[in-house]
């Protein structure tokens, strides 16, 4: 086990950041990261919200309220927060969403 997380974690240092969440995040961690994403770079908050509220991807062509069926609502939040530390200390000082 040990030789198996330190040759993942080996492969995973010699990749870029965008590639590290690609092959990282997987099944259920992607869907998450993916509302939390949606969160960070929606054009304002209240689409971001919205956004959560009338879901069309997860369960297409339904629309549903994704914060209540999926519980996103900290994945919403902590989108929230990385916005409002973006906008008060700019975006050099923080890390790719």
């Not at 304002?44 to 629309?63: C, I, K, N, Y």
């Not at 519980?71 to 919403?76: H, S």
Request: with cysteine; hydrophobic share 45%; net charge negative.
């Amino acid at each position: 086990h040990v030789w198996e997380v330190s040759c993942h974690h080996h492969f995973l240092n010699n990749l870029s950041v965008p590639e590290q969440k690609a092959v990282a995040l997987k099944t259920e961690n992607a869907f998450y990261y993916s509302y939390y994403e949606e969160a960070v770079l929606a054009p304002t908050w209240s689409e971001a919200v919205l956004s959560g509220l009338r879901d069309r991807r997860s369960e297409a062509p339904d629309v549903i309220n994704a914060m209540h069926r999926f519980n996103i609502y900290q994945e919403v939040v902590c989108g929230f927060i990385y916005r409002a530390l973006r906008a008060a200390v700019g975006e050099a000082w923080l890390a790719d969403p």
